[in-house]
């Protein structure tokens, strides 16, 4: 008789973007007279950028003519895209090489596979809160031990909060973990680390033999100087960091589906080149990227598709904008929304985080995602996305004035 994989069932609940999901669609259901104005989940709203709508159709023409179509793609990424990536790495002064850059269908599955190619004895820390699927895919891996259904947090998980108190800049952990994951600008609460502070992680993680997973989606959104864009401008992070990235945040691409993993080659445990196990696993369980969707990807990356695409970023940036002062002008306190996308509030005295999620939606009919759902440290805090359309955002805050 068959058995299911234990790991699984020891996950809790849903996942948090699916239970808002259901609350939203019953709510809806019974209200469908209800405007409901969505700035919850970090989804785009703005259409593709032009060049890389031309790029699609060239490449869909490409693909009905016998000289011009392809059938697999590399399962590490066509040459032109990985080239073109490797050349913005250069621009920003990071030594990366084209054959170090890994082309997927998006960072939220290489994060929640990179941890495949590491032993399952591996310790994890991560920021709390953080993004959901660092913890889950450990779970599935069976890589957190058990969980406390009173402080919801997992047995041998170390996290590290990030609170306004410590200005949401996580501490080196008092455990040693083998395993750090670091997403900044940051996945929900919109902070970041300066180079010197990011390059105390890099030394720490090179000293104590851990690996650094440097989550990076949002770095199309830095506006401040001392922030860097990538963990490879810290001296020394080619020994100790992995970096995910992707094209949905910073040119639409939620619905095609395209990101990257840089693996440099000199981060090795004892002979073995990290490098060469992630290159044999994406071989093996993956086909790579449709071709369409990687000529967009270039597209992107070409002068005209920077400028189109730093017009939609500049775009979602002003509604993050909005969102902040409008909720500071009505007596929240706030954070993030300059560097990231993400506003990140506390929710009112007294009340939980989905007690306000509930409060928001059933008054005022608009949709957050409530803090505690990326972990302990993030009850009594709520998030907000600049991801809407502006008009809508306009009159969300209209809305929460009057809360």
């Given at each position: 008789m068959f058995e299911l994989n234990q790991d699984y069932l020891k996950l809790p609940g849903s996942y948090l973007f699916s239970t808002i999901g259901k609350k939203v669609a019953a709510f809806s259901a019974a209200h469908p007279d209800k405007k409901i104005i969505r700035l919850g989940i970090g989804d785009v709203t703005l259409p593709l950028a032009p060049a890389v709508i031309r790029?699609?159709?060239?490449?869909?023409?490409?693909?009905?003519?016998?000289?011009?179509?392809?059938?697999?793609?590399?399962?590490?990424?066509?040459?032109?895209?990985?080239?073109a990536i490797a050349q913005?790495?250069?621009?920003?002064?990071?030594d990366i090489a084209a054959d170090e850059i890994f082309v997927s269908d998006g960072a939220k599955g290489d994060s929640a596979n990179i941890q495949e190619i590491f032993a399952k004895e591996s310790r994890i820390a991560v920021c709390d809160p953080v993004y959901p699927v660092y913890v889950d895919s450990n779970v599935m891996a069976g890589r957190t031990g058990t969980w406390n259904p009173d402080t919801q947090t997992w047995s041998d998980v170390i996290y590290m909060p990030c609170t306004g108190e410590n200005g949401f800049v996580p501490e080196l952990p008092k455990e040693t973990p083998d395993l750090i994951y670091?997403?900044?600008?940051?996945?929900?609460?919109?902070?970041?680390?300066?180079?010197?502070?990011?390059?105390v992680w890099v030394d720490y993680a090179n000293k104590n033999g851990a690996v650094i997973l440097f989550d990076a989606a949002y770095e199309a959104y830095i506006s401040e100087p001392g922030v860097p864009h990538s963990i490879y401008a810290c001296e020394g992070a080619r020994t100790c960091a992995i970096e995910l990235k992707s094209f949905s945040k910073n040119a639409g691409f939620t619905g095609l589906r395209l990101g990257y993993t840089v693996v440099p080659k000199?981060?090795?445990?004892?002979?073995?080149?990290?490098?060469?196990?992630?290159?044999?696993?994406?071989?093996?369980?993956?086909?790579?990227?449709?071709?369409?969707?990687?000529?967009?990807?270039?597209a992107v990356l070409s002068p005209e598709g920077k400028k189109?695409?730093?017009?939609?970023?500049?775009?979602?940036?002003?509604?993050?904008?909005?969102?902040?002062?409008?909720?500071?002008?009505?007596?929240?306190?706030?954070?993030?929304?300059?560097?990231?996308?993400?506003?990140?509030?506390?929710?009112?005295?007294?009340?939980?985080?989905?007690?306000?999620?509930?409060?928001?939606?059933?008054?005022?009919?608009?949709?957050?995602?409530?803090?505690?759902?990326?972990?302990?440290?993030?009850?009594?805090y709520f998030r907000l996305t600049g991801f809407g359309t502006y008009e809508n955002t306009l009159e969300a805050i209209g809305r929460i004035r009057s809360f």
């Open positions: 790029a699609l159709h060239e490449a869909v023409d490409e693909m009905g003519q016998a000289e011009t179509f392809r059938g697999y793609a590399p399962d590490l990424g066509y040459d032109f895209l990985r080239n913005e790495y250069r621009s920003l002064n990071c670091l997403c900044f600008p940051n996945n929900p609460t919109g902070g970041t680390l300066t180079k010197d502070e990011l390059q000199e981060l090795k445990r004892g002979n073995t080149a990290v490098h060469a196990l992630w290159a044999r696993r994406h071989g093996t369980k993956y086909n790579g990227a449709p071709y369409i969707v990687q000529r967009a990807g270039e189109q695409t730093a017009e939609q970023v500049a775009y979602y940036m002003r509604n993050a904008g909005t969102i902040k002062k409008g909720l500071a002008d009505a007596g929240f306190t706030v954070y993030g929304g300059v560097n990231s996308p993400y506003v990140w509030l506390k929710t009112p005295e007294g009340m939980s985080s989905w007690a306000f999620f509930d409060e928001l939606l059933e008054r005022l009919n608009i949709v957050g995602t409530p803090g505690s759902g990326f972990g302990p440290s993030g009850e009594g």
